[in-house]
């Protein structure tokens, strides 16, 4: 099977850096990082579509602490984008996803000015699930559409923000549900739940998944 969409769902920062007597933040720091590298085993692997949930609508209700450190470390990760020769060189079209009128207005600017700097790329697309939430989106979709008469799936799925569905979801940390991810993208997406906190997680990690996902028969219900 072909693999043209692989997401995935970062969980298991937290719990790493309290296993490792770290402060939340450290844990958040070394969660950057390994997208970084998941970023790079992606690009040399040729996935055409990579997308990450990065921020949920209920992680904003977490200690205001611990969320300012996590827009300061994802608001320099994001920004080094604009110099980050990966990008521009792989065509890389980066996209956030969510509702950006809840994070901080310096981390929106950036995320703005990453879309900008990208938006003619078209060779490879990086969506980043950031202040995001699987009802949140549907409801936003549906309102775009409120005044057709009649709405077809392809109405929704252009109405979305994320407007293609992943092959392959990923997630680790122990947990075994999508807590919100992509509800109407994810209908016939092939899921591998991993015990395997994020920071830890690697290239390896990553062939173990996509050789599951080859081994696997998808019929899409018929």
């Not at 296993?19 to 997208?35: F, I, Q, R, S, T």
């Not at 827009?71 to 065509?91: A, P, T, V």
């Not at 979305?160 to 999508?178: E, F, N, V, Y």
Request: glycine share 6%.
């Amino acid at each position: 099977m072909t693999l043209n969409h692989l997401a995935v769902i970062i969980d298991g920062n937290r719990r790493w850096a309290r296993a490792k007597g770290l402060k939340p933040w450290d844990g958040h720091e070394e969660g950057a990082k390994a997208v970084d590298k998941f970023l790079n085993n992606c690009l040399e692997l040729g996935i055409k579509e990579i997308t990450v949930y990065t921020l949920s609508t209920e992680n904003l209700d977490r200690d205001p602490l611990e969320l300012k450190f996590i827009f300061k470390i994802f608001g320099q990760y994001f920004k080094n984008f604009k110099k980050d020769k990966r990008i521009s060189e792989n065509g890389v079209k980066i996209k956030f996803a969510g509702d950006l009128s809840l994070i901080p207005k310096e981390t929106q600017k950036i995320a703005a000015e990453v879309e900008e700097f990208t938006k003619d790329f078209s060779k490879r697309k990086l969506n980043f699930c950031f202040a995001y939430g699987g009802r949140l989106e549907l409801m936003r979709a549906f309102e775009k559409l409120r005044h057709k008469e009649k709405i077809t799936e392809d109405d929704v799925k252009n109405a979305l923000w994320i407007g293609s569905d992943p092959d392959l979801i990923i997630r680790t940390g122990g947990h075994k549900r999508l807590s919100g991810f992509l509800p109407w993208q994810s209908t016939y997406s092939e899921l591998i739940f991993l015990e395997k906190m994020w920071p830890d997680f690697n290239k390896q990690d990553l062939l173990d998944c996509i050789s599951e996902f080859e081994s696997r028969k998808r019929n899409f219900g018929k």
